[in-house]
Nanobody, 124 residues
Framework: VQLQASGGGLVQAGDSLRLSCVASVTTYIRAAMGWFRQAPGKEREFVASIAWGGGITDYADSVKGRFTISRDSANKMVFLQMNSLKPEDTAVYYC??????????????????WGQGTLVTVSS
């Protein structure tokens, strides 16, 4: 599975951005998807995850109420709508995937496939 993330950019505090991630798969696969981010000098951290069917989502406390994860399984895409952005949201954002086992996860080690990342910079 290859993942390609896009949609990052430079915005001001309070603005919105929508990140997209498209998966290229050679065989049929059911996967839970997630977004993680890594700020300079910090560990990669969980942002949001979504179940294979899209009915279950989870968010880091720092983004609850501001970010929304969604997916279009038919087109093998996952999105992260980010509203009310803050300077502390500045990071490289990565999409990730894991084979669907009936659960979603916020742990990096549970995800097998990773995209290359897209940079989000929020100025104050």
């Amino acid at each position: 599975v290859q993942l390609q993330a896009s949609g990052g950019g430079l915005v001001q505090a309070g603005d919105s951005l929508r990140l997209s991630c498209v998966a290229s798969v050679t065989t049929y696969i059911r996967a839970a998807m997630g977004w993680f981010r890594q700020a300079p000098g910090k560990e990669r951290e969980f942002v949001a995850s979504i179940a294979w069917g899209g009915g279950i989502t989870d968010y880091a406390d720092s983004v609850k109420g501001r970010f929304t994860i969604s997916r279009d399984s038919a087109n093998k895409m996952v999105f992260l709508q980010m509203n009310s952005l803050k300077p502390e949201d500045t990071a490289v954002y990565y999409c990730a995937a894991r084979s669907w086992d009936g659960s979603i996860s916020s742990r990096r080690e549970d995800y097998y496939w990773w995209g290359q990342g897209t940079l989000v910079t929020v100025s104050s």
